[in-house]
């Protein structure tokens, strides 16, 4: 499935737990600013074909405010896991011990991140 770019309303409905149907969704936060952001997109892209049955978002931003307090996470890119339906779980990837230089993230943690997450 390809990324498809959300608007504040729909990523507070996944966040908040209002979406009732039960969907695996990650979600890459981003800054237009951010060159690793940037860098990161063909590699997020690229995650999305290798996961079906995932939903693949990105939110820029730059289109919410207060987010980082709202939700509890600290800067950009974010990679945040989401199990939508009943009983919504939210969990946000932890930096890096060892940050790609171009990426921040390396796709196979991220990946990594994404499986551990879908067998819980």
């Known amino acids: 499935?390809?990324?498809?770019?959300i608007d504040r309303k729909?990523?507070?409905q996944i966040l908040n737990g209002?979406?009732?149907?039960?969907?695996?969704?990650?979600i890459k936060l981003y800054g237009s600013?951010?060159?690793?952001?940037?860098?990161?997109?063909?590699e997020f892209e690229e995650l999305s074909k290798q996961h079906n049955g995932v939903y693949f978002f990105a939110f820029n931003m730059k289109d919410g405010k207060g987010l980082e307090e709202k939700y509890g996470f600290s800067g950009v890119p974010t990679i945040c896991y989401v199990k939508t339906g009943p009983k919504t779980k939210v969990s946000f990837m932890?930096?890096?011990?060892k940050a790609?230089?171009?990426t921040w993230y390396h796709p196979r943690d991220i990946s990594n991140f994404i499986n551990q997450n879908r067998e819980e």
Do not use: T
């Open 1 to 5: 499935m390809p990324v498809i770019r």
């Open 10 to 12: 729909s990523l507070d």
């Open 18 to 26: 209002d979406v009732k149907d039960s969907h695996e969704v990650v």
């Open 33 to 42: 600013e951010c060159h690793l952001c940037h860098s990161l997109k063909p």
């Open 94 to 97: 932890d930096e890096p011990a």
């Open 100 to 102: 790609h230089p171009q």
